[in-house]
């Protein structure tokens, strides 16, 4: 743990970065909600243009993709491989974690590294999950959070899906500092970004009728897709100040009409 | 004179009717016990339904009748069709009210298997504006157990719910969002949007 945490200079890099991103930032943190709602899309033209390529890539390749996984390899082997994608974000969570001052979060995300990692053989059995630890999960979307960043505008980011401003960079800083691929030598490195993307496979198939649903089924699945992700992640987030018309305490007796 | 004392006789008894509502009232308001109540017998009956191995169709209409038994639907119809209400017909939102009912029952009914072998379990609840949250968490097989968070009130005259979040997603806001791209992609056309609705979900 040492190696992912001081020796290379995990946590420096995530500094650095993560001032920068602050910086570039800033100008987002006074953003308003531009709509009743609680969505600011000013992108929303282009925003729409890459959610029809999201959505060719979805019909043409992740669901036909994720229908073969989930039909020619077995569900042991399936659920392994998410294992091993999880206990690589591990270190991530657990510089996140520190980041954000969530030292409870900290030391479960390090020790469940360090035990499924040794125990669990490389992260294939999640032995810390069957002995009933809880599971923490964190990403530098919601370190900015907890630094006082404001959401910013939705982006929808090809391949990736809906996002905001902030979670974007989140993400960016995430995959540039991630301490195990800074670590390992190839082709090591590269096992966590394929069970990544496996991973992403089998959670296709396994959320199958909710995904289909929103893109398969809905009058317009960029306005549903763009509702459900600002909702569920500010609700992950527990961040209650940007969403108004969204609030969950908003009374339908009041003005039944009312936008 | 025969009229004049049956009006004094009505006057009276309104007044006594009206004392009583007014009495009774703060027994009758909604209470968390209540809200508790209404929410577990809900799910109560949902997971009889579940374990019933009943045809799905069979299924989704033992969805609907709970749905309007325990759910306030003509304020969860309007909301849906939000401002475009304004100018429906009173026919025009009974039908949307009916169309609504029953796709809604489709849609959700549909997901009824994913629950087979799952569980909900109230937790907590919590005062807001127009009643209760009862808060409660959904174990399904082989998921991570998530929030569903059902909203209580007494306002239609009967405890009923009258939304539901499910990790933090507005279940109503969702389908008003949905029924305004349906109206959107109609050119705004209720009727079209109406008769569109019975077969969607």
Redesign the interface.
Known sequence: MNSFLGSNGAIARYLALGALMVLTACGTAQDTVSRA?GIHDPYEPTNRRIHAFNKALDTNLLRPGSKRYARFVPVEFRTSISNVSENFSMPSVAVNSLLQGDLRSFGLSTARFAVNSTLGIGGIIDVYSEFGVE?VDTDFGETLYVWGVGEGTYVELPVFGPSTRRDALGRVVDIVTNPLSNTLDSPEKYYGTAAAYLTRLNDRDRFS?TID?ILY????SY??AR??YL??R???LGDETASS??D???????D??A? | MRSNITRRGFLAATTAASAFVALARPVLALTEAGARALINTVVTEINRVISSGKSEAAMIRDFETIFVRYGDVPIMAQYVLGNDGRRATAAQKRAFQEAFQGYISRKYGKRFREFIGGKIEVEKARQINAGYEIISTAYLRGEAPFEVTFLVSDKSGRDLFFNLFIEGVNVLLTERTEIGAMLDRRGGDIDQMIADLRRAG
């Open positions: 709602d599971e009728s649903s089924d809905s009058a317009d306005a549903q509702l459900i909702q569920n500010r609700f992950e018309g969204s969950p305490y908003t009374d339908p007796y009041e039944p009409y936008q």
